[in-house]
Each structure stands twice: as C-alpha cells, then as structure tokens.
C-alpha cells in the first residue's frame, strides 16, 4: 500500500537534499585549489587560474543537488578515493619541496620530513578498508599537524610581511592602554606599491589594525603565552581539522580534515600570519554545532560574523540552516547579532573614526594588484581594461539566487555555497591571493565533512524497499 503524505512532506520531497554527487564534486575542488596555491605561492599563474575555473565548476556541480544513481549506490567510496589520491599527491609536495619562504638557515628538514611521513602512514591506515586505529585515528592526524605547525614557527620566526609585524603593533598598543584602532602602522617595505594613494609613505601607513576586534581577541593568547600569536593561528587551524572531523565521525570526514590541514601552501599561510585561520575556526565552528548542537548554532554564526569583514556576504546564506519559521527566525537572528556586536563594539565604541578607516574604508581603497590570482588580473594582463571594483560583488548576486533555487538547507549546502560564492568573489576581486583561496579550501572541507545524504520522506513500514526512506543512505 502506498504511503500517505501530509503537504508538508510534499513540500520536503521537492526541496533539494545532500547527495553523493557532492562529496567527489567537492574534493577534485578543493585538491584543484590546494594546487594552484602551490604553483606560484598563490599569485597569478595560467595554470591556476584554469584550476581556479574547474573549482568553479565544480562547486557548481556540488551545490546543484544532482542524484547519480551509480554515484549514489557507492555512497562515500568514491569521494575517500579521490581524497585518499589527494592526500597522496600533497605529501609528495610536503617532501618535495620548502613549506615556507622566510625559513632561517639550517632548518631542520629531517624532522619535518619525519612529521611528513608519519602523518601519511597514519592516514593511510586511517582510511583503507579495514582501518585498524580506531578512535585514535583523529587525535594522531591532529598531533601530526600540530607538531608540524610547531616546526614550522621555530624554522621561521621572522616572516617579512606587514601582517605580521602589525599585530605586534596592535598588542603593543593595548599594552599601553591605547587603542589599537587609533595608531598607525609602520611600512615595513620602504615602498608604497602595494597601498592605496594617500595612505602610506615609505614608513608609515595611516590606519590602525585592519581586522576586526575578534581576531585580535582570538590571536592575543599566542602573543601572551609564547610571544608569537601565529601559535594561536596554529592551534586555530588545527582545531579547525577537529571540528571538521568530528562533525559527522567516519572516514568522509577524517579525510576533508586531512586535506584542509595538510593542503600544500596551508605551512605557509600559517608562516605569513593571515587571520584566515581564525575565519576558517570559526565557520568550523558553526558547521560543527549546526551538525552536532543546533540550539548554539546562533552563537557560533555570531562569532562568523565578527570575525572577518567579508563574512557579512555569506549572511543571507545563513537562511539555509536558520529556522524556517519566522518568530523562530528572528530569535535565531538576534542572538547572532546581539553575540557579534558585543564582541565588536567594545573596542569600535572606543574610537568610531579610526575603527571605520582601518576595518572598512583601508580595505575598499586598497589598489589592484596586477599580480592576484584573480580574473581582473589575468584579463589586465592579456590586455583588457582592469575591470570596476563593484564586479566582485555583482559575481556574488548570482551565487546567492542559485544558491536558494537548489543548495540543500542543510550544514552541507550553507557551507558549499559559501565556498562558491567565494571563489566567484575572490576571482573577480581586485586583490586575492593565498589565504583568500586558502580559506575556500576550509569551506569546500567542511562542506565534504558535513555531507549528510538522505531521502526525502518518511515512510511507513510497510513501504516497498525501492521507496525512499528516511534513513540515510548506507555503504553495501
């Protein structure tokens, strides 16, 4: 006899649902991406920007919610394949070639070399057939990463880049009870290429900390404890990989956390001291808790929020895994406001004028750089006029309507159309370089590892076995 349905369970057979397709769709992405950072340490390459298409491509292909059959009967096996070839292919980076570009002479390669290795057995045992490590299978990734992380910062101490030099800046004005919004930073470079006319002189950039309160808040427990906040950056990315991990245990997610954390140029993001490792945490953080405690889920989106200026693009996309109802919405949607104002404001309040210049106004003005991995740049480059600004915030419009037509409303779908809504906006930005990409890579994994395949209905028992089910779909 068939099964009655209500409207309600109507409704849910047409709205799109994870599905198979994605999990293989999304990791080709995310090792494409990874290799395109390794060309040229993410800077303009024909190669990469061909690698940065196929992601495209792909994460279209993901988000479309497109059921293969074929696909579908071998549920995780394809995508653990792909990755576990992945994985392969970035040890041989790791072993083949330096992880950082400021590393003192004399680092100590054997022992890198040695972490290598290690973390590659590990994850092979990890995820073959019969896996024998358990539940300690994770912990060992994730010591594996750590302690690599920790070669790492000790081979190079002293990164030349403004980045890292700042944040010294911005502690070094809390220490003195200044706001770190109201000082100016030096220029490290003797040069004004890189800085918006008018904001820089060959020693000094006019604006303060160029990020949110958030990731000081969050880097400030490395400069404290070890004199160095790229030790917070290091544990945030290795946190990161938890999370990713324990979202859904199985092999699907331990092998995402493994290509996030050992992606070739993810050493030298953590060497440069980029603040994506702290936007990276905490989307790790809200796909976790929408997975695994969706009554905190307003707090962690919160914390998304505060973290980094771009987050409020993916704000709309927040609908995907907020409540359907709308007094429930807008109980949900408070307490994420509510959370990223208070962590905010405090040090905004204190100085309104230079909080503005340096977090938003610095970030617009800043010039196009001719060697970005981006399509602005490689079109300048054959000779086509630099294209306006506002087109990598038109390319997003698109993403958010394709998005809402067929993403799943689930972890899964906010976390892959937030990766492709950010390929699309990095690709046409007039600056994007590794740590933008860097950050997709983070999305495409927690996407892979929120992965959460089911049919569309409930069924009676007495349902025939080639109906859908609500269960989710089971290896043979």
Same mark, same amino acid.
């Given at each position: 006899? @068939?099964?009655?349905?209500n409207a ?57 919610? #497109? ?38 002479h004399?680092?100590?390669?054997? &022992? ?13 045992a ?39 030099? @700042? ?105 440069q001291?980029? &603040? ?20 905190a ?16 693009? #993916? ?94 409303r ?8 937030s ?24 999305a ?8 959460h395949? &089911? ?7 007495? &349902? ?9 779909l089971?290896?043979?």
């Amino acid at each position: 006899m @068939w099964p009655v349905r209500n409207a309600g369970q109507l409704e849910d057979l047409k709205r799109p649902h994870d599905v198979w397709l994605s999990a293989p769709a999304l990791a080709i992405a995310a090792i494409l991406l990874g290799y395109a950072l390794q060309l040229t340490n993410g800077t303009l390459h024909p190669t990469a920007i061909g690698c940065l298409i196929g992601s495209i491509a792909l994460a279209v292909l993901a988000l479309a919610s #497109i059921r293969v059959a074929v696909i579908e009967r071998r549920n995780d096996r394809l995508a653990v394949a792909i990755l576990g070839a992945g994985l392969a292919y970035q040890f041989g980076v790791h072993l083949t070639t330096a992880p950082g570009v400021y590393l003192r002479h004399g680092a100590d390669f054997v &022992t890198h070399h040695y972490y290598v290795v290690a973390a590659a057995v590990l994850l092979g045992a990890a995820l073959s057939p019969r896996p024998w490590l358990g539940r300690a299978a994770i912990p060992l990734m994730l010591l594996g990463h750590f302690l690599l992380g920790l070669w790492l910062l000790e081979a190079s101490p002293s990164p030349f880049i403004d980045v890292h030099v @700042w944040h010294r800046e911005a502690f070094s004005a809390l220490g003195r009870w200044t706001n770190p919004y109201s000082v100016n930073m030096p220029n490290i470079y003797g040069h004004t290429h890189w800085y918006a006319p008018g904001i820089a002189d060959a020693t000094t950039v006019k604006v303060g900390y160029p990020y949110p309160p958030l990731s000081l808040l969050l880097a400030a427990p490395g400069h404290l404890l070890a004199g160095d906040y790229r030790y917070a950056n290091l544990v945030a990315l290795t946190a990161s990989g938890a999370l990713m991990a324990y979202a859904r245990p199985g092999r699907l997610s331990t092998a995402a956390a493994a290509i996030f954390l050992f992606t070739p140029r993810g050493l030298f993001v953590l060497e440069q001291g980029w &603040t994506e490792a702290n936007a990276i945490l905490m989307l790790a953080v809200a796909i976790f808790l929408a997975c695994r405690a969706p009554r905190a889920l307003p707090y962690g989106l919160g914390l998304l929020l505060a973290v980094k200026q771009y987050f409020v693009l #993916i704000a709309p996309l927040m609908l995907l895994i907020a409540p359907a109802a709308r007094r429930e919405l807008l109980r949900f949607s408070l307490k994420a406001v509510i959370l990223a104002l208070a962590v905010t404001l405090p040090l905004a309040l204190w100085d309104v004028g230079g909080f503005v210049s340096s977090v938003v106004t610095f970030q617009g003005k800043q010039p196009f750089r001719p060697d970005a991995l981006s399509f602005v740049a490689w079109t300048a480059r054959e000779g086509i006029p630099v294209l306006p600004g506002w087109v990598s915030f038109a390319a997003v419009v698109p993403v958010l309507g394709f998005a809402f037509w067929r993403a799943p409303r689930s972890p899964f779908g906010f976390a892959a159309a937030s990766a492709l809504l950010y390929l699309l906006f990095f690709g046409f930005a007039k600056q994007a370089f590794a740590n933008y990409y860097f950050l997709v890579i983070g999305a495409l994994c927690c996407a892979i590892a929120a992965l959460h395949p &089911t049919d569309a209905a409930p069924q009676s028992p007495d &349902t025939r076995s080639d109906q859908p089910s609500e269960r989710p779909l089971r290896e043979a």
